[in-house]
Nanobody, 117 residues
């Protein structure tokens, strides 16, 4: 069974930066494509960024050029560096493998990001 623990969220002013971390326990992390998702109030959860075990990355158009996803397989951890934050980035951020997300399993508690002046 996989457990995912997100951290690093907080309150930040527009234009600011945050780095989120997701620590994974359980087997299979190093071979899994991992992703960050977010869910804003009243909206569906959406994919923000994904990173394959090869290091190939993909981003939602809304965050391209501002967010960077990375991973450390030795630490079973995936990161999301968020720069130039906007109020519309406000959401609860979750990490999961693409497989876990499709199956709707292994979700952690998420970490709240609030962008406001």
């Amino acid at each position: 069974q996989v457990q995912l623990v997100e951290s690093g969220g907080g309150l930040v002013q527009p234009g600011g930066s945050l780095r989120l971390s997701c620590a994974a326990s359980g087997s299979g992390f190093s071979i899994s494509t991992m992703a960050w998702y977010r869910q804003a109030p009243g909206k569906q959860r959406e994919l923000v960024a994904a990173i394959a075990n090869s290091g190939t990355t993909n981003y939602a158009d809304s965050v391209k050029g501002r967010f960077t996803i990375s991973r450390d397989n030795a630490r079973n951890t995936v990161y999301l560096r968020m720069n130039s934050l906007k109020p519309e980035d406000t959401a609860v951020y979750y990490c999961n493998s693409l497989t876990g997300a499709r199956r709707n399993v292994n979700w952690g508690q998420g970490t709240q990001v609030t962008v406001s002046s």
